[in-house]
């Protein structure tokens, strides 16, 4: 009973410097996680693009030709690459080549990998230019293998598992 | 075929547990990697004092020009210097183990090219990654040591002919 009593105030005792500690850590991190920014009218081009057809989406490898007025001229420079991922607008046709304006909003995720994810709104998407080599945008040869990936990972693993274990494998104990 | 079979058999087993786990948790990083590696929070300490002496902003942000590159030169360098110190000490296991270490430099540059949408580039590091990552566990398995008495032969052969030289 008296131990049980100690170990509690030592608990209680040890609360707040931990609570502070947690707070010093996870308070900058949230800060950090997510930096936003919403560039608006940016030009861009659709360079590549694939249509998936179980959720219909679109995902678009688009390149910055104009980055609209901003505050993160460092970001939305012409030339810079994105990849979106929206559902596909019912108002026009995409297509593979085309020039259009667009409102983008992005988050950079500074403490995963600092990877920026872009989005654009589809109400706001117009087509600018559209030029005589521009195409469809077709569906996606590798959608049906989505669904067995991480089968394939873990299968990749275990399959070297075994080859080590052949490798390593006695044929008498003794020895 | 048949003589592969047991071709490392006679090795350390605690070292090679030891590479099949290293392996397990860098093959599975580098089949996923936009998750955070374990080598990230090295990455990130190295980044933040270099940041000292220049401007890197932050590490992992994609978002600026110069910076990144820098970053990643030294984030890529860090296993070459490791492998020129365990080779110049006869470290052979270390600097297998480096292997994994080379492969997550591949995976940064996979990740900077991904992040760019340079598709080839891209694919080209993430299978150097994937092949690093297999090879460093074949040469772990290699190098790792065979029998004590193998690695310490002239010390015990200088300790049994001492000591019969005081038996007698």
């Known amino acids: 009973m008296k131990s049980a009593k100690f170990i509690q105030k030592r608990l209680l005792r040890s609360l707040p410097p931990l609570t502070l500690l947690m707070i010093m850590i996870l ?3 949230g800060l950090w996680a997510l930096i936003g920014f919403g560039p608006e009218s940016a030009t861009f081009r659709i360079i590549d693009a694939v249509q998936y057809q179980q959720n219909g989406l679109l ?6 030709i104009t980055p609209g007025p901003d505050l993160t001229p460092h970001i939305m420079m012409p030339g810079r690459r994105f990849n979106l991922e929206l559902a596909a607008p019912q108002h026009l046709e995409l297509k593979i080549g085309q020039k259009l304006r667009g409102s983008f909003s992005g988050a950079i995720k500074d403490l995963e990998n600092g990877q920026i994810m872009m989005d654009v709104d589809p109400a706001s998407l117009q087509i600018i230019e559209e030029t005589t080599d521009s195409r469809d945008i077709p569906y996606s040869h590798w959608e049906p293998v989505f669904e067995y990936l991480q089968y394939f990972k ?22 | 075929m048949k003589s592969l079979v047991g071709l490392y058999g006679n090795r350390n087993r605690l070292q090679v547990w030891f590479s099949l786990l290293v392996f397990t948790l860098c093959a599975w ?13 090295t990455s990130i300490t190295l980044a933040l004092m270099f940041g000292a002496l220049f401007d890197f902003r932050f590490p992992f942000n994609v978002a600026s020009a110069w910076p990144e590159a820098a970053f990643l030169m030294i984030t890529v360098s860090i296993p070459f210097l490791l492998h020129v110190h365990f080779l110049r000490n006869g470290l052979k296991y270390m600097s297998a183990l480096n292997l994994f270490w080379f492969a997550y430099a591949a995976q940064n540059c996979f990740r900077l090219l991904d992040a760019k949408i340079y598709r080839w580039p891209a694919t080209l590091f993430f299978v150097l990654s994937l092949t690093l990552t297999v090879v460093a566990l074949l040469k772990c398995l290699q190098n790792s040591e065979t029998r004590f008495e193998d690695g310490f032969k002239d010390e015990i052969d200088e300790f049994e002919h001492g000591e019969n030289e005081g038996s007698v």
């Open chain 1, 59 to 64: 995902s678009l490898d688009v390149e910055i």
């Open chain 1, 154 to 175: 873990v299968a990749f693993i275990v399959f070297w598992w075994l080859i080590a274990s052949l490798l390593i494998s006695r044929r008498n104990a003794e020895d």
């Open chain 1, 27 to 29: 308070l900058p991190a």
């Open chain 2, 29 to 41: 990083w580098t089949l996923n990697p936009r998750s955070f590696h374990l080598l990230d929070g």
